[in-house]
């Protein structure tokens, strides 16, 4: 069947610029060039952007690729290092620490998962960490990198990386490369919009200079505001309050301490945590926090006091609330970004999102009439990766032994989704992970977790009892020294960086 030429979608308007909008420029162009699409980006620059987000996880690197960068080019202009995984401090009680690696644990054998035979090993008196089998783990805590060899020679050599950029020089970087893709900029401040009286999609903004901008697709990228998702299209917002009560977020830039570590650092704090992330020319810091249980104030003060470094410009004050719209699409209208709705960046995941967001659209690239089907798959598609990104975050908190503090007690105490309680049911049961339509998050990251908050299960899978207690503890120890080989070969994270700029290429 033939497509109906007088029906396609000429003009893709994006309101809103910062990395969500310029991503949505830089991929749309890139993806749909074939269409002839007259691509614009309507910013102000009176309107600040948030650009906190300042990690990643190793999705971002599919991105760059899809839009002709290489992850060489980026870590020069955006002042960017390498990232390997998350540590957590003081998470499951004061003085503990576990890391949430991006790589897996050990190797698979006769069809039985590697964690049930650690489990069994554990179970008889074997008290080696999880970690010690995680080349990436062992990576990060000893500061050396490796670039992943695309072909190991079995599960134990598969790792990633991701990026820690300075936000501000990403969007940068890719209005740069949307510009020279052909991609239209207009720097104006909207002053109104109109819709059709038909359809109700949205046909113009008016600008405050008096300017039109007419478009037949709207990406609406405008931030927490939701300016056509929200104020003009006026779809609601779910409320997750419930489950992630942390409300507001200070953060401040701080001069480096000397060699950056390749990972992300959160700790936690009396009323939420504390992220760090090293860059180049400085680190990032922030405090994310519920405002039931610290005044603002109060929590610019404790940020400030664990800074590592001497602070650089002033903290910036962000009130947020974790969840997402009813609707991701309405009508004509695509919300992307923080328009489309927020999780904290306990794990990185808002670029994730924005960059899930934007492949599925080119997916589900529709014609003028936007039909509702297609908006109906987007939707669902959408709610259930927030959902279960939602269910990840939690079990961060909900897992804490942080006895006799408010908050954490409170975390502890709560209610979970179903489809959470269902995933720690069975871990306890067996040692099983569930895995649901949507997740963003794999079985090696939520054992990571797990065995991290040493949440131990009743019993073991007894399909680990396919290998005798004394073959895996020979088996065992030979991983660990394959391991440990392999991290002699890595360079300081720091001499990894400047051979990876230097090259020009880390595929």
């Not at 990643?56 to 839009?67: C, G, K, M, Q, S």
């Not at 503890?473 to 080989?485: G, L, N, P, V, Y």
């Amino acid at each position: 069947m033939k497509n109906d030429q007088d029906q396609q979608i000429r003009r893709v308007v994006i309101v809103g610029g910062g990395t969500a909008g310029w991503m949505a420029a830089a991929y749309m162009a890139q993806h749909l060039r074939h269409l002839s699409l007259e691509i614009t980006v309507v910013d102000s620059s009176e309107i600040g952007t948030v650009g906190v987000g300042e990690a990643t996880v190793p999705a971002i690197r599919d991105f760059l690729a899809a839009v002709g960068l290489r992850d060489a080019d980026v870590l020069a202009a955006t002042e960017g290092t390498v990232k390997l995984g998350i540590a957590f401090q003081d998470w499951a009680e004061k003085g503990h620490y576990f890391f949430h690696p991006f790589g897996l644990y050990g190797v698979p054998a006769r069809g039985v998962p590697f964690h049930q035979y650690w489990l069994k090993l554990q179970s008889a008196g074997d008290d080696v960490p999880l970690s010690d089998y995680c080349l990436c783990t062992q990576l990060a805590q000893q500061g050396r990198f490796l670039v992943p060899n695309p072909r190991p020679a079995n599960d134990l050599g598969l790792f990633d990386f991701a990026l820690h950029f300075d936000a501000s020089k990403f969007a940068a970087m890719l209005r740069d490369l949307s510009l020279a893709k052909g991609v239209t900029h207009i720097d104006g401040r909207i002053e109104g919009v109109e819709r059709s009286k038909g359809n109700g999609h949205v046909e113009a903004i008016r600008l405050a200079n008096g300017q039109r901008v007419v478009g037949d697709l709207w990406i609406d990228c405008s931030g927490f505001r939701g300016l056509l998702i929200g104020d003009a299209m006026g779809v609601g917002y779910v409320d997750w309050r419930r489950w992630l009560p942390c409300d507001r977020a200070i953060a401040i830039g701080s001069e480096n301490g000397g060699v950056a570590p390749p990972l992300t650092t959160a700790t936690a704090r009396e009323a939420g945590w504390q992220w760090h992330i090293p860059l180049r020319h400085r680190d990032g810091n922030g405090y994310v926090y519920c405002s039931e249980y610290i005044e603002d104030d109060a929590a610019e003060q404790r940020l400030r006091a664990q800074l590592k470094g001497v602070p650089i410009g002033e903290a910036r004050r962000l009130r947020f609330t974790p969840g997402h719209r009813e609707r991701f699409w309405q009508g004509n209208v695509v919300a992307i970004g923080l328009a489309a709705g927020f999780l904290e960046p306990l794990e990185s995941t808002s670029i994730t999102l924005i960059q899930s967001g934007i492949e599925r659209l080119v997916r589900l690239f529709p014609d003028r009439r936007c039909d509702p089907a297609l908006a109906a798959v987007y939707d669902r598609q959408s709610r259930l990766e927030f959902e279960r990104i939602r269910d990840f975050l939690l079990i961060h908190y909900c897992l804490n032994r942080r006895m006799g503090e408010p908050f954490w007690d409170y975390m502890r105490g709560l209610t979970l989704p179903d489809t959470l309680q269902m995933k720690l049911d069975a871990w306890r049961a067996q040692g099983e992970l569930v895995r649901y339509e949507w997740e963003s998050f794999q079985e090696p990251s939520w054992l990571s977790l797990l065995a991290g908050f040493d949440e131990r299960p009743r019993r073991y899978s007894p399909l680990a009892d396919r290998v005798s207690e004394g073959e895996l503890r020979e088996t065992f120890a030979r991983m660990r020294s394959a391991i440990a080989d392999t991290v002699k070969m890595g360079a300081s994270s720091a001499e990894a960086e400047r051979q990876l700029r230097a090259a020009g290429r880390t595929r």
